[in-house]
C-alpha cells in the first residue's frame, strides 16, 4: 500500500513543509561553513603533512578513530549537536548552537566517524 502523499504547501506548491526546511538548515550550515572557532578547532587538530605528496601541508587526526587524514577526508563536528530545525520556533537555537564562540565545542571527525556520529545520535533522538 502506498503512502499518502504530502501536501506541497511551500514555494509556490513546489515543496513539502520538510523540504522548505531542510533547505533553509542547509543555507544556514553553507553559511557558515568557514565559523573562526570551528577553523581553529580544525588548526589544533592538525599539523604538518609527513607523506609522500608534495601538496599537501597539513594532515587532521580524527578525535575518534585518532588516525590522520588530508583535509576533504575530515569533517569539523559540533559536540553538541545543533539538533532539528523542523519549524520556525527551533531557528533560533538552531542558530545559537550552530555559532557556539568557544573552540571547545567543536572537533575533527574523519567522514566514517563523522556518519557513525550523527546516526547514533538520530537514533537516541528517536528512540
Not at 513539502?16 to 538548515?25: D, G, L, N
Request: include cysteine; proline fraction near 4%; glycine fraction near 4%.
Amino acid at each position: 500500500m502506498r503512502k499518502p502523499k504530502v501536501e506541497k504547501t511551500r514555494n509556490a506548491g513546489t515543496m513539502t513543509e520538510a523540504a522548505y526546511f531542510a533547505k533553509i538548515r542547509s543555507i544556514l550550515r553553507n553559511g557558515f561553513r568557514y565559523w573562526k572557532p570551528a577553523m581553529l578547532a580544525a588548526e589544533k587538530a592538525s599539523r604538518p603533512y609527513k607523506g609522500e605528496n608534495k601538496r599537501l601541508k597539513k594532515e587532521y587526526q580524527c578525535k575518534s578513530c585518532k588516525e590522520w587524514f588530508k583535509r576533504a577526508d575530515v569533517q569539523i563536528d559540533h559536540i553538541l549537536p545543533c539538533g532539528s530545525l523542523n519549524n520556525y520556533n527551533d531557528i533560533v537555537d538552531f542558530i545559537k548552537r550552530l555559532t557556539v564562540e568557544n573552540t571547545k565545542a567543536f572537533q575533527v571527525l574523519c567522514k566514517p566517524c563523522h556518519k557513525e556520529k550523527t546516526n547514533n545520535e538520530k537514533q537516541l533522538r528517536n528512540a
